[in-house]
């Protein structure tokens, strides 16, 4: 059996700003009543990139901008996103 989820983008409102979230559905059981349900497992908000690969394009050049108006912490946060939407990307294109 496969133990790599099935990796989906999904569209959700935030503020009534479009967003997209990158991550798969799992099924969970609830404790209190025992019924199953279908949960979205986030691991990497997309913000306002439709696709994983347009992130991917995008966020170097944001973090290098970021990083040029010393806004370092904002450029580091951004950093640790974009490494994990790269590990995430690699890990599908190896299956």
Known sequence: MNDTPNLKTR???SGGTPSYQYGYY???TRESTGKR???FKVLVN???HQTPEGALRA???EVERLRSVDRDNRADWLQEK???LRQLMEGR???
């Open 46 to 48: 997309l913000d306002e």
């Open 93 to 95: 294109d190896n299956r």
């Open 37 to 39: 349900r279908s949960y």
């Open 26 to 28: 799992e099924m969970r």
């Open 82 to 84: 974009l490494d994990r």
């Open 11 to 13: 569209k959700v409102l």
């Open 59 to 61: 966020w170097p050049n």
